[in-house]
């Protein structure tokens, strides 16, 4: 894929997106799902009335801002309601959720591109995110997880470019890394995992290689006596984009040749060429001073200056005291039972996306009569009409993404155990490819935004799942990619399928993610499921 082509691409999937998350969006002229609270607090903020929130404020802040940017368009205010506690159009308090969300994609898309430096993987990455009716029904609403999952994925994305990087343009990345973090944390505690994950990577990196050194501690001699002395990322076949003294760097007689990740062709038989890399190689380049400050001290600042403005509105609770309300407010909330709330599901419900939940869902007796926002729907037999948002997935996407993923871990086990079985040892990071650094990559961040959930007792929801579900996407976007470019027809026959079912199914269900009239039978045409419903 050429440069151009993979820009209009990009370009593509974020007009696809915009478009998926704009159209129609003041359909619903009232408070949808959790917009009785944060399309409320927001509004607080602008009315200086102070309030209790159960979440640290960053996306309440941000809401509130576009509010009052909304308010000041001199269009798109053709309906209007009070309930956020002033005379606001629905479209004020929800675009600026919907430009962000639609922003998200994009986002992936570059964390692709940069892990792989491969387009077609980034691309793919790209549009499956933009296939998801989870993620566009979150984007269409004031609610926060949307904020969540930007700014985590904006500190991995950053990340990579520091990693990438070195010196001035190093730290410059990880601060803007860091910042992320922070407001990620700022915008929901749950996004102190997309940090947690960080952490987790970086402290793989230093085991692979010290079991790398230990390993290898008797290859480097050998090396000396046939073929002279050979750098340690050249000794086992590593270059390009690493640095001078990393164990990822050119010696001076490696050549330094650009290589397609699918043309492995050495141009000598006595010295191995570099194959493409990944930053994620350049881990171990950070020490912990560096991680501690960029991305433990930076994020506890950031997080620590979003709650000024909170806490000089409402005086009722300090720094500290606020944060022991939310701790109380989340601890007594309930296990996970219908009798907490009907659409409570735990966290091993949300991979198979056996229990979404309806964020809306009212009854017309026809589709000429007006737009229901209030009252109970229609008795059973008598609705000829159902208006139904729901916060499901993209079930073809979900599903093999899950199966993606579990491919992943499944290469990770194997290329552990070979050489065990071999009498080899361990493989070393050096004989790490490119793809076993973005498998490692994707499972260690998808373990550590849903693992935490296991313990979890009180009642969660299927959104809660949102922060892990991205790496889901680039998993099943990496098995696309690899199928795509496979010697196999078959295999390439298989990544096009799939692709295929994933758009297929989104239109399916898009009436259901966007609010759309459906009669009863169609309405259960997509409801496959009883636990759906």
């Not at 960080?198 to 085991?207: D, K, M, R």
């Not at 790398?212 to 076949?237: C, E, V, W």
């Not at 009798?339 to 309806?358: E, F, I, N, Q, S």
């Not at 295929?500 to 499921?529: N, Q, T």
Request: charged share 10%; hydrophobic share 50%; net charge positive.
């Amino acid at each position: 894929m050429t440069k151009k082509w993979f820009r209009i691409g990009i370009a593509g999937v974020f007009l696809m997106s915009l478009a998926l998350r704009f159209w129609g969006l003041e359909r619903f002229n009232t408070l949808v799902f959790d917009e009785v609270y944060f399309a409320k607090f927001g509004n607080n903020y602008l009315t200086h009335t102070p309030f209790f929130n159960a979440h640290p404020p960053l996306s309440q802040y941000i809401i509130g801002i576009g509010i009052w940017l909304g308010s000041h368009i001199p269009f798109w205010h053709d309906t209007v309601n009070g309930l956020t506690g002033s005379l606001r159009s629905p479209w004020t308090y929800r675009w600026f959720n919907a430009l962000t969300g639609s922003f998200i994609p994009v986002v992936v898309a570059a964390i692709a591109y940069q892990l792989s430096y491969r387009r077609t993987f980034a691309l793919l990455a790209g549009f499956f995110t933009a296939c998801d009716g989870l993620f566009i029904v979150e984007s269409r609403y004031a609610l926060s997880n949307i904020y969540i999952v930007i700014f985590g994925l904006l500190g991995h994305w950053f990340l990579l470019l520091a990693l990438e990087n070195q010196n001035q343009r190093r730290w410059f990345w990880l601060v803007l890394a860091g910042i992320n973090f922070g407001a990620s944390v700022g915008t929901k505690w749950n996004g102190l995992w997309f940090l947690f994950g960080a952490y987790l990577l970086w402290v793989t990196a230093w085991i692979i290689q010290g079991i790398y050194s230990f390993s290898n501690s008797k290859l480097i001699p050998s090396l000396d006596m046939g073929h002279g002395r050979l750098g340690i990322g050249q000794a086992a076949g590593v270059g390009g984009r690493g640095t001078e003294g990393s164990i990822n760097s050119l010696s001076p007689h490696t050549p330094h040749t650009s290589l397609s990740p699918h043309l492995p062709i050495s141009p000598s038989p006595h010295l191995p060429i570099s194959p493409p890399q990944t930053p994620l190689q350049n881990l171990t380049q950070l020490n912990v001073f560096q991680m501690l400050f960029y991305l433990g001290i930076i994020p506890a600042f950031i997080y620590s200056i979003i709650w000024i403005p909170h806490l000089q509105l409402d005086k009722t609770y300090g720094f500290i005291a606020v944060h022991q309300q939310i701790l109380k407010f989340h601890l007594h909330l309930g296990g996970n039972s219908s009798d907490v709330h009907p659409y409570c599901a735990p966290w091993y419900k949300w991979p198979l996306m056996t229990r979404p939940m309806a964020y809306y869902y009212q009854t017309a007796g026809s589709i000429n009569e007006p737009l229901p926002v209030v009252g109970p729907p229609l008795p059973s037999g008598a609705e000829k009409i159902i208006y139904d948002v729901h916060a499901m997935g993209n079930p073809f996407l979900w599903w093999f993404g899950v199966a993606a993923m579990l491919f992943l871990m499944g290469m990770l086990v194997l290329q552990a155990l070979i050489p065990w079985v071999k009498k080899e040892g361990f493989s070393t990071p050096a004989t790490l490819s490119v793809d076993t650094w973005i498998a490692l990559y994707l499972v260690i961040n998808y373990a550590a935004n849903l693992l935490p959930w296991v313990k979890v007792t009180r009642c969660v929801f299927i959104y809660h799942y949102m922060c892990a579900l991205v790496f889901v996407f680039l998993a099943i976007a990496w098995f696309v990619d690899r199928c795509l470019h496979s010697y196999y027809q078959q295999l390439r026959a298989v990544g096009v399928t799939i692709t295929f079912i994933i758009f297929a199914a989104l239109i399916f269900w898009m009436p259901v993610y966007l609010g759309l009239p459906l009669s009863p039978e169609d309405y259960k045409m997509r409801m496959w499921f009883r636990s759906w419903i």
